[in-house]
């Protein structure tokens, strides 16, 4: 293509005479059988990911906390799972798809700012590893719940370290002015009346400065500084085993203006912030929470054209997916890059929105972008979806879920039905019918 339309490099979606398969199946033959929209997921791609961080980590003991937010469906968690992966959560019901995945509870770590009564009542009893305490009045909440169920609560102080990750505003989260972690002179104050509580153990401190950190830098002076904390409550008498780094780790979309550096790189950033931050013979379990550079790379959304649209000298390729599929571009004006599934040789391109059929003009997946011809019934693969796509999805416009598909080498399967329409309305009352 052209500057404009970047493909990032694949080995797991690739044309094979003219046409994109994902891993060895074509994906004309998904969307013969399944059809359109779909997503489609390459278990080797998950599978190769999630070695690759666990590998950055291995000079120091550490786990792999996979982010389940990124995409829950069950047939990815108990793949990961099977793999090893523990997982973060980040409410009561991620929680309930973890331990149905077969997750250990000792491998599940409770992120997020806003934890109900009720979701730390299930954490608390499934017995998971910490939850990751975010403000003062959360400390409250867990002891007094722990005193009911008569058990000592397992935390993690998150700490904001107000390192900027140089992201997009969205998806920063280690500022100051962000809602999410403690200032260190915040939970420093908490640490006596943690201490002295029977029903409170701190076990671990936790960060996480954001999401797509192209550079791992910021990552390991964050790391460095939470390191530091670490030993300050070591030295209080805290029984600290655990630095949960966050996530953060990059994929390629194919805008960026420079590469991420590799997996490995980020390992040794993190290793290295903990020896800079003193922590180094504390002999602390290292916890990293990847969501989208373990499955981000691994999916696409299958789509397929409807109609081609020549507009006040705009070229308007409608598809049958939409924002209701993949909010990335409208939320965030994402990039995602978009194939022909059938691939023509010197293709002229020319500028192109690609949109969907919802009715809002941020119903979008590209524009002004280089494409070639498309015509009605074209397929297209949307790239690197397999974060945040299905995860995101709506029903907006009474548009049902899109189906998800697994494939696992020469094979597929649906792991994932499309939503039937009278699902759309089956927790709904009060109307005659």
């Known amino acids: 293509m052209s500057a404009n339309q970047k493909i990032p490099a694949s080995s797991y979606f690739v044309h094979r005479n003219s046409v994109l398969h994902a891993e060895s199946v074509p994906l004309d033959q998904i969307a013969e059988r399944v059809a359109t929209p779909t ?15 666990d590998e950055a980590l291995s000079p120091v003991p550490h786990m792999v906390a996979y982010a389940i937010k990124a995409n829950g469906n069950l047939a990815l968690l108990s793949c990961l799972a099977r793999l090893g992966s523990g997982a973060d959560i980040v409410s009561g019901g991620e929680l309930a798809r973890a331990l149905k995945a077969g997750f250990s509870p000792d491998k599940i770590v409770f992120s997020g700012v806003g934890k109900t009564d009720p979701e730390i009542a299930a954490a608390l009893r499934a017995g998971i590893r910490s939850i990751h305490v975010e403000s003062a009045p959360e400390i409250d909440a867990i002891e007094a719940i722990a005193r009911e169920l008569g058990v000592v609560a397992k935390l993690a102080l998150r700490v904001n370290p107000d390192v900027d990750a140089a992201t997009h505003p969205y998806i920063a989260t280690g500022l100051h002015k962000t809602k999410f972690g403690l200032e260190l002179d915040v939970a420093r104050g908490l640490l006596p009346r943690i201490l002295r509580s029977p029903h409170l153990r701190l076990e671990g401190v936790a960060c996480h400065i954001g999401s797509m950190v192209l550079s791992p830098e910021p990552i390991g002076d964050a790391v460095a500084i939470t390191a530091a904390f670490a030993c300050e409550c070591t030295a209080a008498g805290a029984p600290i ?3 949960d780094a966050g ?3 990059p994929i390629l979309y194919g805008n960026e203006e420079r590469d991420a550096q590799g997996r490995s790189v980020f390992g040794r950033a993190i290793i290295d912030g903990i020896q800079r ?19 981000g790379d691994s999916g696409i959304l299958l789509t397929r054209v409807v109609y081609v649209k020549e507009q006040a000298g705009k070229r308007f390729v409608i598809v049958d997916a939409a924002m209701t599929e993949l909010i990335r571009p409208a939320l965030y004006r994402s990039y995602h890059a978009a194939v022909p599934v059938v691939a023509v040789a010197d293709a002229p391109l020319s500028p192109a929105d690609l949109v969907g059929p919802v009715c809002e003009s941020g119903d979008f997946f590209a524009q002004d972008r280089l494409l070639p011809p498309f015509s009605r019934g074209d397929l297209i693969a949307i790239r690197g979806t397999g974060a945040y796509g299905a995860a995101m999805g709506s029903n907006y416009n009474s548009r049902p879920f899109a189906a998800e598909v697994l494939v696992d080498g020469g094979g597929f399967s649906v792991i994932r039905v499309r939503q039937p329409l009278e699902e759309l309305w089956r927790n709904e009352r009060g109307y005659e019918g």
């Not at 997503?39 to 961080?53: G, K, L, M, P, T």
């Not at 003193?278 to 499955?295: H, N, W």
């Open 39 to 53: 997503y489609v997921y390459s278990r080797a791609a998950i599978a190769e990911s999630y070695r690759s961080i």
């Open 241 to 243: 085993k655990t630095l």
């Open 277 to 295: 931050g003193g922590a180094g013979k504390l002999g602390l379990t290292v916890v990293v929470e990847p969501g989208r550079s373990i499955v």
């Open 247 to 249: 996530g953060g780790w």
